[in-house]
């Protein structure tokens, strides 16, 4: 393994494409990027062990089969946001900071966060030194996103929000909008609630909804933000019934943050590695093709489209996509 290094705000802007604003900055800086890199021989045996795991034969696919699993896996959060708040014994709830949270309770981070300690940076495999590295470099990636669309935006909505670390996170930069985390798991619902009740900061609303159902009695406000991180990516193919949804109400924006398979470079070997996981796992596929396919129509305008170099051992999983209604 090599020395440590750290990635930079130079080396985000690099990626991300243009020059970062002070906000984004101070944010890189409060996080701790540093990380090893493997030598040759150790990247030949993650590539190894990972075309082993593509091998296996009960890889488990995406689908609408998920939906007790999602339930069951945000129940045990939900469990644990329970115990976390019960825990207290000075009237105020151990999970919930009284100043403005800057980070999200650990109750509510995704248990696959930190699950490898191999991520994936600009095509290479690296180790984090921070369990954290992960996480935060998907939050660098909201930061941008979120510091330039969504400050003085009124409504905004998360799809497919889990337990709502994200909606936290977009509630640092816009502490007035009124904000709606939806899923298809009633958990996630429940967590959001409790998170509400508990800080009257967040105060976030839920809803359930399915991308493969989507309920047109459930009415987005005119001009407001919808976004997604990794959860579109849970439909495969099966996006066409959410987008039509979409186009049918008045949104200004769309962001995703997810796997976009047309980004990624199939003649370039760790890239390919990706995209032969995301097609077992049933993954998101083909969608950036629809949108641009709607855009030649003049339905939409993509206003971006493009890759962030950040993933985890198995996957490049942090594409973004912003488009808008015309
Ligand atoms: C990988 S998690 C991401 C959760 C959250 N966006 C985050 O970043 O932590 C995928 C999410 O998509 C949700 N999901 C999967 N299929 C869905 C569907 N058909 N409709 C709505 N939500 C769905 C799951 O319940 C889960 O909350």
């Given at each position: 393994m090599s020395e440590i290094k750290k990635i930079t705000v130079t080396d985000f802007e690099e990626v991300l494409g243009e020059k970062i604003s002070e906000y984004l900055k101070q944010k890189i800086d409060e996080y701790d990027f540093a990380y090893y890199e493997f030598s040759k021989e150790e990247e030949e045996e993650i590539i190894q062990k990972i075309e082993q795991h593509l091998g296996k034969e009960d890889f488990v696919k995406a689908g609408k089969h998920r939906r007790d699993q999602w339930e069951k896996g945000w129940e045990e959060n939900l469990k644990n946001l329970d115990e976390a708040i019960l825990l207290d014994k000075n009237g105020f709830p151990k999970t919930f900071r009284p100043s403005w949270a800057k980070f999200s309770p650990q109750e509510i981070i995704p248990k696959y966060f930190a699950k490898h300690d191999i991520l994936r940076w600009k095509q290479k495999f690296v180790k984090p030194l921070k369990k954290n590295f992960e996480l935060n470099s998907l939050y660098v990636i909201q930061d941008w996103l979120f510091d330039k669309y969504i400050r003085n935006v009124e409504t905004i909505y998360e799809f497919g929000c889990g337990t709502g670390h994200n909606l936290l996170h977009a509630r640092e930069i816009n502490q007035d909008a009124e904000m709606w985390g939806l899923d298809w798991t009633k958990?996630?619902?429940?967590?959001?609630?409790?998170?509400?009740?508990?800080?009257?900061?967040?105060?976030?609303?839920?809803?359930?909804?399915?991308?493969?159902?989507?309920?047109?009695?459930?009415?987005?406000?005119?001009?407001?933000?919808?976004?997604?991180?990794?959860?579109?990516?849970?439909?495969?193919?099966?996006?066409?019934?959410f987008i039509d949804y979409l186009l049918k109400q008045n949104v200004g924006l769309c962001i995703h943050i997810e796997p976009i398979i047309e980004h990624l470079d199939e003649k370039n070997k760790i890239d390919n590695l990706s995209i032969e996981y995301i097609k077992k796992r049933n993954y998101l596929n083909g969608y950036l093709e629809h949108l641009r396919n709607l855009e030649s129509k003049g339905e939409l305008k993509i206003l971006k489209a493009q890759r962030s170099y950040i993933g985890s051992m198995f996957i490049d999983g942090y594409s973004v996509i912003v488009w808008s209604k015309n």
């Open positions: 958990s996630s619902q429940e967590i959001i609630k409790k998170l509400s009740q508990k800080n009257s900061k967040y105060r976030f609303n839920s809803k359930n909804f399915d991308y493969f159902n989507p309920d047109y009695d459930f009415k987005l406000k005119d001009d407001s933000v919808v976004f997604t991180v990794v959860s579109l990516e849970q439909v495969g193919n099966d996006f066409k019934k």
